[in-house]
Structure formats: structure tokens, C-alpha cells
């Protein structure tokens, strides 16, 4: 087969979308094994022509993209408009994957993509007026157009179901993984044991009770918050023992979870939750909210609060303390089982049997 997989989102800084894209591409270019051509492609900015080819560094794959002034404009119209086909940009294909920022035309060949999660229709309040309408649109056409529906956690395929009112059998759960989080290597330090949490600072991540958590907490513990800045109302991060890290580069978070005497994910909704993963492939005991969207990323290896509750979250802090010991060695265990190679196996399964 000819895969055509789109990679527009990787000409940003990587957060959790851009991490999946990135590594399912690679595990789906390690399962093809060199059976299948598998071509990334990109109408981007000249921003995008630069890091696109820097985030797929180590991945054998041949990458088109096409230099666009206001490539999101030009996006959006290809979508809406739905000409021309993409077989006149990129030649005949079998497969053609479309991400997060746009659903390109075709003549033929299945129409597959990824669903990360539904929260732009389940919680408006918690996205901006762009990513509501951009996403609002591909949900539509994805729903109506698409053979083959990706998701990240049964979580998420259940809720395209009956959300979207999508078959099953469209429908397949490609798990996140977790190559490259290991205990051994180097660690981070702040000169004093930290918790850590990593999340983009929005409204959905739940820092402000965090914080209100940390400050209960009876251990001599820093709370380091890493994440780029994002949108709404912004949590106080001004507090004596918190610890501001901003973005971190995919590539320095494995040592500040190594460094981590806890890490701690209070989030109200996930499609699946992959710093819990990298965090547990880390080395470290977990404390993460107990929204159901999260439980397959924890299986029984984390200790699951009420996000809404400081006194929950300052408790579950003290309890994975106390019982790091076990926490990570059924954290270490279950966090095996999520690899690039199976993401990209289960893709090229689907995509196999569909055709």
C-alpha cells in the first residue's frame, strides 16, 4: 500500500498531539517493516518547513511538504471546499491519514484519521473559538466520510460511538506509546525532592486546585508545574514552593520524571492521558484524577482523587509517598505494554483489513 500521513501539527512546539503524531508515524513505518510507501506530507509555513523536518529527525520516511503564506487559511478552504483531490499534489495512494488541521480531498483510496478526544463538544468552555470550529467541522465530515477512525483508549471509541453516532467496526484503538521513559539516566534536581506535574496551562488541566492540593501536603516537597502557557484563565502559579518549568522539549522530560518523587495529573478529562504513561515508564508513583477518561492509562498502577478536592489530591500525594515502593513497580509493569510499534501496528492492521 501507499500511506499518505498528514504531519501539519508537528510545524508547533510538541505537546500531547504532536508527541502521538510523531510516534505513531514512527511506529507505523517500523511495523510496515518497508512492505508499504509511507509518505508525511504538509501544506505549512515557513515555520513548519523548518521544524517538520526537525521533529521527524530518526524516522525513515520520505516527507513532502508544500510551502503555503497563511497555511492555516489555505488549509481550512482545502477542507471546506474539498478540491482539488489530493492524488494532484501527491500522486495515487491507497491510504490517506489526515490529523488534527485538516481534512484533505481524494478521488480514492480509504479516508482514515485519529480522534484524540471529544472535548470541544462536550466542553466548549474548555477550548478556544478556533479549535471548536476547526474540530466541530472535521468531526462532522469524519464521521460522515471516513472507513477507518482512530482513537486513543477504548474511552474515547466509546464515546465517538454514541457521540457521533460512528459503527464500531469503523472504529479502532491505536494506544500511545511510551519508547524512550525509562528509569535509568539522568535526573533532574531542585535541590529538593519535587512533585511534578505536566500539563499546558489551561482551564482543563485543574492546576489551580493542584496548587490548592500542594499547599496541604505534609512533606517537604516543591510542586514543579511544567507546561507552555495556553489559554483562559491562567492558574496563580505564585506561590512559596511552586516551581515554574515552562515548556520542556520532548526530549529533557524523561529526567524530570526520573528526578520526580511523585508525579501528579489532576486533569478533568483526557482522551487517554500520556504523561501518566511516560511518568510510570519513568520510574514514578502517580497521583491522577479519577474521570473514568484516565483509567485505561493508569490500570491499577496510580492513585486515582477526586480532582475537585485539594484535600483528595494532597492526600493521594501523601499516599504515593508512602507507598512509592509498590506504586512503581506495578507502574513500571503496566507501563510495558504501550510501545510505537504496537500504535503502529494496530494502524496498519486496520488499514490492512479495510482494504
Known amino acids: 500500500m501507499r500511506i499518505l500521513f498528514d504531519v501539519s501539527p508537528l510545524s508547533h512546539p510538541l505537546s500531547g498531539v504532536g508527541n502521538y503524531i510523531r510516534g505513531s508515524l514512527a511506529g507505523l513505518v517500523e511495523a510496515a517493516g518497508g512492505r508499504h510507501e509511507i509518505v508525511a506530507f504538509a501544506p505549512t509555513s515557513p515555520a513548519g518547513k523548518r521544524a517538520i523536518p526537525e521533529a ?7 516527507l513532502r511538504t508544500v510551502f503555503l503564506p497563511f497555511a492555516h487559511g489555505w488549509r481550512t478552504a482545502w477542507s471546506r471546499v474539498q478540491w482539488p ?3 494532484r499534489f501527491l500522486g495515487d495512494f491507497d491510504v490517506l491519514h489526515f490529523t488534527d488541521w485538516m481534512y484533505p480531498p481524494q478521488r480514492s483510496g480509504l479516508r482514515s484519521t485519529m480522534v484524540h478526544d471529544l472535548i470541544p463538544l462536550h466542553f466548549p468552555e474548555w477550548t478556544q473559538p478556533r479549535t471548536r470550529s476547526m474540530h466541530g467541522a472535521k468531526y462532522r465530515h469524519m464521521a460522515r466520510a471516513c472507513d477507518v477512525i482512530f482513537t486513543n483508549s477504548e474511552f474515547t471509541a466509546s464515546d465517538v460511538a454514541s457521540t457521533l453516532d460512528v459503527a464500531p467496526e469503523r472504529l479502532h484503538v491505536a494506544y500511545p506509546g511510551a519508547d524512550g521513559f525509562a528509569p535509568q539516566g539522568p535526573r533532574a534536581s531542585l535541590g529538593r525532592p519535587y512533585a511534578l506535574t505536566v500539563a499546558t496551562l489551561e482551564p482543563r488541566k485543574n492546576l489551580s486546585t493542584l496548587v490548592e492540593g500542594y499547599e496541604l501536603v505534609d512533606a517537604d516537597l516543591v510542586l514543579a508545574v511544567a507546561g507552555g502557557k495556553g489559554w483562559g484563565d491562567q492558574p496563580e502559579l505564585d506561590v512559596p514552593g511552586v516551581e515554574r518549568l515552562d515548556y520542556l522539549a ?12 511523585v508525579f501528579v495529573y489532576p486533569s478533568r478529562f483526557e482522551g487517554f492521558g500520556m504523561p501518566i504513561v511516560e511518568a510510570m515508564a519513568s520510574g514514578v508513583p502517580c497521583v491522577v484524577s479519577s474521570h473514568p477518561s484516565m483509567d485505561e492509562a493508569c490500570g491499577d498502577a496510580a492513585v486515582r482523587v477526586d480532582p475537585d478536592s485539594p484535600e483528595a489530591i494532597a492526600a493521594g500525594i501523601e499516599c504515593a509517598l508512602a507507598e512509592r515502593e509498590q506504586l512503581v513497580a506495578r507502574g513500571l509493569e503496566h507501563a510495558r505494554r504501550f510501545t510505537w ?13 479495510a482494504a
Open 341 to 353: 510499534l504496537a500504535c503502529g501496528q494496530a494502524m496498519l492492521a486496520a488499514y490492512e483489513a
Open 250 to 261: 520532548h526530549e529533557e522530560l524523561p529526567g524530570w520524571y526520573r528526578g520526580a518523587a
Open 56 to 62: 521527524l529527525t530518526g524516522i525513515d520516511v520520505e
Open 85 to 87: 483531490p489530493a492524488e
